[in-house]
């Protein structure tokens, strides 16, 4: 097992002022999400998070009031598992801000039983990617208007399990496993990142893909023991293989450290790329690949029904 990472959010943090700064965090009422918006409340941002309910939303803010007394923070809601419903948020969002500088696509599920979002996507597929995929889309304009600014997807070294499964993305005739499903959204995240880092970087706007880590976080309120099984026998064979194998289990101020590094401190010249403990690393190949970016940006475009042309 690797050495566990140190940094916090406030160590990336230290001495760096956000004053001005817009950001909008998706999934920050728990976990990553919500260090991920006191860190930047912190450093004098003004943050939207997004919650799945207003009760989550409103409480998430009471919370970070408290820990950030005078922070600018609000919520809206969000549910990326209808595309009606993220087009009701990017359309409101759009017309109630006049800049956006951050957008961290933090929301996410791991571990889901098989089933389908709103729309018919397998839910890993539709909630982590497909989701993020409309809501930076359409919100791209705004990102442009206030550029420089940076997109964040939070991606994960469960990349590893699974390439994009260009046949059959949606598992209609193939045995589900929520391992690889959970690695088809995770690799989705990277190639989002190349292809928007393409398309959008120059114009000043930076993409990154992150890895936070293995993070004490409700995120696996899903699994079973069974699924914990396949993941310590997947990291087994990933050690013996020359992988890294399990990382280290990491609280959220370390957790989310990567997040806030890749917003605020990474360079225009590692967009696009795949990071980990606050700096750039290394995914895998097919995760990396442009033509495989441009690929499922065309394949993205075909299941939503949004086109996002390249400027």
Known sequence: MSEAPTTTTSDVLAGVDLTGVQALVTGGTTGIGKETARALCAAGASVVITARSDDKGAAAVDDLRAAVPGAEVGYAVLELGSLDRVRTFTDRFAASH?????LIANAGVMAMPYG??????????GTNHLGHFVVVGRLMPLLVASAPARVVLLSSGGH??????????????????????????????????VELERRYGPLGVHAYAVHPGMVRTDLGRHFTREDLEDLMARAKASASSGGGGLP?????????????????????????????????????????????????????EQLTGETFPAP
């Open 98 to 102: 006049d800049r956006l500088d951050l």
């Open 116 to 125: 389908h979002t709103d729309d018919g996507f397998e839910m890993h597929l």
């Open 160 to 193: 590893m399990a699974s390439d994009i499964r260009w046949d059959d993305p949606n598992w209609d005739s193939t045995e589900f496993s929520k391992m690889e499903a959970y690695g088809q959204s995770k690799t989705a995240n990277i190639l989002h990142a």
């Open 248 to 300: 280290p289990m990491v609280e959220v101020e370390v957790g989310a450290a990567t997040s806030v590094w890749a917003a605020v401190a990474a360079t225009d010249a590692d967009g696009g790329r795949y990071c980990a403990d606050c700096a750039v690393a290394t995914a895998a190949p097919y995760a990396t690949d442009p033509d495989a970016a441009r690929r499922l940006w065309t394949l993205s």
